[in-house]
């Protein structure tokens, strides 16, 4: 999955409309951003938080009190009333999902007041996109589980994350947490999952019915196939 563009208004240093896009280039993939001390490199990554989870991680273990306005304070304090949003564009080969969050806020730097929290959700379905939009934050199923589908919020922190952290990221005790994130991303709870389903199946028509040898051995090739699967990547991990 790669991040294709990302539209920034008026969020944080970000005053008026920003554009970025990232490399997608398999031969050239890497995309470096250079900026002095408070440019809003990291906050470029909180972008991307708040814009598909709703909330800034980076902010609320660093800078707390930072989060009590996400507006640029110059564009509020001009004109006392200010249209944040983030928009993403992501996808394997091309540009598949759509992500856009919006709040509107007026008053002042140190008294913040939020209107109109609206979002909008898209992704590509043949030639043509199937879109959702809300006008509250506090209802966003399908745009939650657009964002489930691609990066579940539970292992986000294993994509992404700030480069000066780093040393936490790797520090002695953090093995459990990394493994759990693997397992996570390869599904291997899901092949888990489906391993007991059909072993549990199998046992019930052994039991209760006969003359279902095929069915019985359809499943049995099932388990075996799964549990391949999961040693593989159990292997590779």
């Not at 970000?14 to 995309?31: F, I, K, M």
């Not at 730097?109 to 879109?131: C, F, M, Q, V």
């Not at 039991?207 to 699967?229: M, N, Y």
Request: with cysteine.
């Amino acid at each position: 999955m790669k991040i294709y563009k990302i539209e920034l208004e008026n969020y944080r240093q970000y005053r008026g409309e920003h554009v970025v896009e990232p490399s997608t280039d398999d031969a050239h993939n890497l995309t470096i951003i250079l900026g002095a001390m408070g440019a809003g490199k990291t906050n470029l990554l909180n972008a991307i938080n708040w814009c598909l989870y709703g909330n800034e991680p980076s902010l609320e273990k660093t800078s707390p009190e930072l989060q009590q306005c996400i507006a640029n304070e110059k564009e509020l304090q001009d004109k006392g009333h200010v249209v944040v949003r983030v928009r993403i564009w992501m996808g394997i080969n091309q540009p598949e999902y759509f992500f856009e969050r919006t709040i509107c806020i007026s008053g002042s730097p140190t008294h913040p007041e939020e209107h109109e929290k609206t979002w909008h959700a898209a992704y590509l379905e043949g030639n043509n996109w199937k879109s959702s939009s809300g006008l509250d934050w506090g209802y966003m199923t399908q745009f939650n589980n657009l964002v489930s589908n691609i990066l579940p919020e539970g292992i986000r922190s294993f994509f992404f994350f700030d480069g000066e952290r780093l040393n936490d990221f790797f520090r002695k005790g953090m093995e459990h947490e990394v493994k759990e994130g693997i397992i996570k991303v390869c599904q291997i709870e899901l092949l888990d999952n489906c391993i007991d389903h059909l072993t549990s199946k199998s046992r019930e028509l052994r039991r209760g019915v006969k003359g279902v040898s095929s069915e019985i051995k359809r499943i049995s090739d099932e388990i075996e196939t799964l549990a391949q699967s999961k040693k593989e990547l159990e292997k590779g991990n």
